[in-house]
């Protein structure tokens, strides 16, 4: 096992040596208004630090936007108030960036002008590292090959379908440690050792938001969960794990919600445009876009997976909570408007990195289960 492992392990470094070797190849001018808009967010925290938060188009009077704009060849670069991605706020009055600011932070941790190469650098090497834990935690030959076959897949996730837009790089780093600790979360049988777990899931979903704001619904499973135990037991213990969860969501949503508050007025008003904001509706092409791509297979297999580990008393907690997380985002995206070839997979890698986890954790003994159950 342990040579098997090591054997593995060369694998994953492989596949991500190749990635770093396309990703060094990239460039950042390559003509996607998504990209400049999350570029101008970093040079605004370059230049003013949290102040950037605010991104009223009037503060690019150095011309930063304008000449990414011109470079890509947009018609209107010279036109302030044409600016793609950016949104006319009735309250404020001000034309502000639509996105969190959670992605341009991460870009700006970076020197301008080489800010997404290291950033999905980074991003691939922690989606490494968390394939070796998986790796490491198998304890036998059938476990080691699943986690060796999701690690293989979930590093070669980070070029295909990550690089489609800045936000998923940091997204998918978060998803996959709180689908660790989520693992752990729902396994435990140690009042403290959940709490704790609660509070660190709580934050990380939360913090999720600031890169994509659909991010949000990630924590459908875990509210709905932490309520029903709650409702159920009236413990001291079910009380304490949602509110740690709660108030650690809130936190890690702050810097969203700050950027809210200055760009339209209020923490709960939304900075994207009208296009983005549509009521549900069943778009047949939308329907027909998913199950012709890549996010189709990983939710069917997030499913088929969370129906097997429903069937071991000690994961049924975690089969639960994301089984409810599936459900929502599933509802969500498939009655959206619009189709991007990465809006369901931020749902679909937390789930698949908890099942993961949740499936290579030893089972406790029949007691603990009883209490776990």
Partial sequence: MKL???????????VLVSN?????????????????CYLRQAHLFQRFGLA???????KDDDKYLAGKLRDIRYAAWSDPKSAPCHSTMAKTGKHVLQYPPGTGAALALFPEGYQVIPLYVVAN????????????????????????????????????????SYSMAPT???????????????????????????ITVGFLIGLSST??????????GYCVFFLGAFLLARSRHTFLEGLGFGVAFLIGTSPMLAANWINAGSPLSTTYSAIDALPPE???AVLRSYLV????????????????????????????VVAINLVVNIIFFMTHPLFTPYYTVPASMLSLWTLLFATLTPRPAVADIRAVA
Avoid: H
């Fill in 293 to 320: 791509d890549l996010q189709f297979y990983l939710l069917v297999l997030a499913i088929a997976w969370t129906a097997l580990i429903w069937r071991r008393p000690d994961t049924r907690q975690v089969a639960l």
């Fill in 52 to 58: 950037g938060l605010e991104t009223d188009i009037s």
């Fill in 282 to 284: 069943i778009d047949l």
């Fill in 172 to 198: 998918m780093i978060l998803c996959a440690a709180a689908g660790l600790f989520s693992a752990k979360l729902f396994t435990s049988t140690v009042s403290r050792e959940r709490l704790w777990l609660a």
């Fill in 125 to 164: 090497v922690a989606a490494f590292a968390f394939a070796l834990v998986a790796l490491f935690r198998a304890s036998s030959p059938p476990l080691l090959t699943l986690a060796a076959v999701f690690g293989l897949g979930a590093i070669y996730l980070m070029i295909n379908p990550t690089k489609a």
């Fill in 211 to 220: 890169f994509r704001l659909p991010n949000l619904f990630l924590a459908s």
């Fill in 20 to 36: 770093v070797q396309a990703i060094s190849r990239w460039n950042e001018s390559r003509g996607v208004y998504d990209d400049v």
């Fill in 4 to 14: 098997a492992k090591i054997i593995v392990g060369i694998l994953f470094l492989g």
